[in-house]
Antibody, heavy 124, light 110 residues
């Protein structure tokens, strides 16, 4: 069973750039019909897809956040990453990294493995 | 505002059957499978239903789901106190090229 673990700064100042890392164990990020994704959840609110990346490196972003986002991966370290620039209080949320199923086109909303989530607080 | 629409709350008494609705559009529920997740407080979501009506191993058969057109619903029969938590629907959205979620429904067992 693949396991994911997020790591991040916890606290970021307004207008700065947030960097998050997801470390994957129990399976290779390079193999299988999956996409690797970031999903966030503001306090007391619902889930929002942010971005995902295939093991080929192809990326997709939520249009509402696209201008501020970069997702990437490092297959040698079995990790993938998220950068979110110009953060504001509205970016305060628990950020989950996760694995989604992509057995065919289009992919699916089957998220079969989740990290525990990391709380990011944006403060001035 | 979430792409998929769920009622913010639902409730029932122990033993009852409750349903939670999820409304979308032709670009998501109308053409792709629906997934349901259960999220306990402070935890990551857990897959409850996949491919619109299939249960992963370990999910009790008290949980069932269906779809019709651009809507889906989750049914929980024989309601138990441990079912009191938040439920999310999800589907792939062809227009956004990504997964979309409902806003979540908080289920209260009275």
């Amino acid at each position: 069973q693949v396991q994911l673990q997020e790591s991040g700064p916890g606290l970021v100042k307004t207008s700065q750039t947030l960097s998050l890392t997801c470390s994957v164990s129990g399976g290779s990020i390079s193999s299988g019909a999956y996409y690797w994704t970031w999903i966030r959840q503001p306090p007391g609110k619902g889930l929002e897809w942010i971005a995902y990346i295939y093991n080929s490196g192809k990326t997709y972003y939520n249009p509402s956040l696209k201008s501020r986002l970069t997702i990437s991966l490092d297959t040698s370290r079995n990790q993938f990453f998220l950068r979110l620039s110009s953060v504001t209080a509205a970016d305060t949320a628990v950020y989950f990294c996760a694995r989604g199923g992509c057995p065919s086109t289009p992919c699916t909303a089957l998220i079969d493995s989740w990290g525990q989530g990391t709380l990011l607080t944006v403060s001035s | 505002q979430s792409v998929l629409t769920q009622p913010p709350s639902a409730s029932g008494t122990p033993g009852q059957r409750v349903t939670i609705s999820c409304s979308g559009s032709n670009s998501n529920i109308g053409t792709n499978y629906v997934y349901w997740y259960q999220q306990l407080a402070g935890r990551a979501p857990r897959l409850l239903i996949y491919r619109s009506n299939q249960r992963p191993s370990g999910v009790p058969d008290r949980f069932s789901a269906s779809t019709s057109g651009t809507s889906a619903s989750l049914a929980i029969s024989g309601l138990r106190s441990e079912d009191e938590t938040i439920y999310y629907c999800a589907a792939w959205d062809d227009s956004l090229s990504g997964p979309v979620f409902g806003g979540g429904t908080k289920l209260t067992v009275l």
